[in-house]
């Protein structure tokens, strides 16, 4: 799940008023900004992971402990999913 749309949208147009200005440094300091970069990063981490992300999850670990059994069914419950899961 990404950064809703629209608060992306809000978050750009305040970098671009930064840009229009000729303010290019004050951007990196816009207390708007920082504290919306911040919020997003918190919402990314906190969000509920979708069945594909968590079977990629699965599949990473699975293969960073060599246990290619569990691999090998992770991927298969991947190609099961559809498109859209």
Same mark, same amino acid.
């Given at each position: 799940? /990404? %950064?809703? *749309?629209?608060?992306?949208? *809000?978050?750009? #147009? %305040? +970098?671009?008023? &930064?840009? =229009?200005?000729?303010?290019? @440094?004050?951007?990196a300091?816009?207390?708007? %900004?920082?504290?919306?970069?911040?919020?997003f @990063? $918190?919402? =990314?981490?906190?969000?509920?992971?979708? #069945?594909? $992300?968590?079977? @990629? +999850?699965?599949?990473?670990? /699975?293969?960073? !402990? @060599?246990? &290619?059994? #569990? /691999?090998?069914?992770? +991927?298969?419950?991947?190609?099961?999913? !559809?498109?859209? =899961?």
């Amino acid at each position: 799940m /990404a %950064i809703p *749309a629209s608060a992306a949208a *809000a978050n750009e #147009r %305040i +970098r671009q008023f &930064y840009e =229009e200005h000729s303010r290019h @440094e004050l951007a990196a300091q816009c207390p708007e %900004i920082v504290g919306l970069q911040h919020w997003f @990063e $918190e919402v =990314e981490r906190k969000r509920p992971l979708t #069945r594909r $992300e968590q079977l @990629e +999850r699965d599949l990473t670990e /699975a293969v960073k !402990k @060599e246990d &290619y059994e #569990r /691999a090998a069914r992770v +991927r298969d419950a991947l190609k099961k999913l !559809k498109p859209a =899961e």
